[in-house]
């Protein structure tokens, strides 16, 4: 069935300590959203507009921006298919998206805000909900204290005013809202939007203007890869104190159309996360499996590298004679001494075989291909995304996934520059060698 045609739901099978289902949007942050508004099926089950994914995948080649690789669309398998987007087209296809949204939209973001790039999704998400959407947005603290000032509540005003919800996580030790629901109190890391179950985005990007010249991705889903993606945002927004409406529950159920949540099968765009609080690491253990079973490559493209543990790992991968490459960033996001700490682990890689790369500029792309399989996703190799933040990407051995995301890496090695440890001399490499080996972050 087309996605955009949606017919009668299968029952619906409540997701894990969901709150009680209701047609009332949650108090402490937005009026009430009228589920009997929502937009019904097209009853004939024929053609309805397509609009963002939907409409780039049904047909190609109307109109569509500048993809990173322009045979990176799979075939319309499972009613779906997807598509690349690097920092310059992923924005506008998802405003296009959330203003072809009929009936439910949920965003989630580590950094969130009505300036540069997120303005224009702010002004989709305030529209959709004027006129009747759902709209569910879930942001991390940090977004609250992104500059320029004033930019996130200004964000929440319009979303909230225009009837949408927002919840911020509250990371700040003793703060009461973190110790009544333990699903507040991790970093919210996650980059990821969904509209009506069928159509979805996930990656690295946040909409700050700090990141927006970042080099960064994100994939965009449709089918049943965009309904599981959309049933993995409605259990987080259950588990954050969102009230769960009868519409919400609804999408995902008629977007499934009665495929599983969650999928084993590898050729399959598999939806991997990491929730502390649940004790859910399957990004971590989808890395270091992969990262332990790789036998001829492994390529990965990390903007923080700081997980002694992980790194032990690549090295025996170059040890036993992988094609090891990282590609990290020439100017460290955040601050210079994460840099440092970076450079200090790829001298050791090079030292074991390996090689590292830096890219111009700021690399903010999360990926990793380990012979056969690939992974785009939100996760770096620290300490913190590997045990204690939410982490959201997909997995999967599609050999079209897999040969898009090589063709993205070989792409940046192509813009690179080698890493020559014996070049990188003076007080920042002994800095960096001395924290690297002794602090994992």
Known sequence: MAMSALTTAPPVTPMPKAAPITDEAPAPVGPKVDAAAAPKPDATGGPTQLRGMDALIAAPGAGRPGFIAEDSAGPAVSNGGWKLFDETNAAPAIVDAV?????????????????????????????????????????????????????????????????????LTSRIPGSRNAKENPALKHVDHRKVVTIDGNTGFVGGMNLVPLTDSYKDSMVGVTGVAAARLAAEQLDRWTRVGGNVTERHTRSVAEALDGAPAKTDDPTALRIVAN??????????????DAIRNAKERLWIATPGISDREVMEDIHAAAKRGVDVRIIASEKAPVAAPVGWVARSHMADLVGNGGSA?????????????ADDQAILSSYNLTKRSADADHELGIQSSDPKFVAAVQDLLQKD?????????????????????????????
Do not use: C
């Open 99 to 167: 203003n072809g949204a009929k009936q439910v939209v949920n965003a989630e973001f580590f950094g969130f805000t009505d300036a540069g790039k997120g303005a224009a999704l702010v002004t989709a998400l305030e529209g959709a909900a004027k006129r009747g959407v759902e709209v569910n947005v879930v942001t991390d603290f940090i977004s609250a204290l992104a500059l320029p000032p004033g930019s996130y509540q200004r964000m929440r005003g319009k979303i909230t005013d225009a009837g949408g919800n927002v919840i």
């Open 275 to 288: 929730a502390p609080e649940q004790q859910r690491f399957e990004l971590t253990e989808g890395y270091r």
């Open 357 to 369: 790369y830096e890219i111009p500029g700021t690399l903010h792309r999360k990926a990793l291909i």
């Open 413 to 441: 090695i192509d813009s690179a520059t080698k890493f020559e440890p014996d070049a990188w001399t003076g007080a920042t490499r002994k800095v960096g060698s001395f924290f690297a080996k002794r602090f994992s972050y």
